[in-house]
């Protein structure tokens, strides 16, 4: 999907050029959901599992559920979070990138 037109129809673009962007593109069918969780929520998270996502205000999807794709290794030590990554399937284009979500984790 096209976001952004960085150029006018009939102007000149160099590629050697580092201004050489004509159009920004946003790939929205999976969504990347981009989570930052505590250590001990991570712990109880695995790649291939489920989770339900919420989208609060948001008329058009009021949830769905979204396959975790990777639960970071690292922790990183200045929030004590790790960086957990979650597609979503969006095939109606129904879900905008950058609306706030809630993510349902497991209980321990």
Do not use: C, W
């Not at 960085?6 to 201004?19: F, K, N, T, Y």
């Not at 919420?54 to 979070?81: C, H, M, N, W």
């Not at 284009?93 to 809630?102: N, P, T, W």
């Amino acid at each position: 999907m096209v976001t952004e037109i960085h150029r006018d129809a009939g102007e000149l673009v160099q590629v050697s050029s580092s201004e050489s962007a004509v159009l920004t593109v946003a790939k929205i069918n999976p969504l990347l959901l981009i989570l930052h969780v505590s250590t001990s929520a991570a712990m109880q998270l695995k790649v291939e599992q489920n989770l339900t996502v919420r989208f609060p205000g948001y008329s058009q999807v009021s949830e769905t559920s979204g396959k975790i794709i990777l639960v970071s290794p690292v922790t990183d030590a200045g929030s004590d979070t790790v960086k957990v990554k979650v597609l979503l399937n969006n095939d109606k284009g129904d879900l905008r990138s950058g609306i706030k979500s809630l993510v349902d984790l497991p209980e321990k």
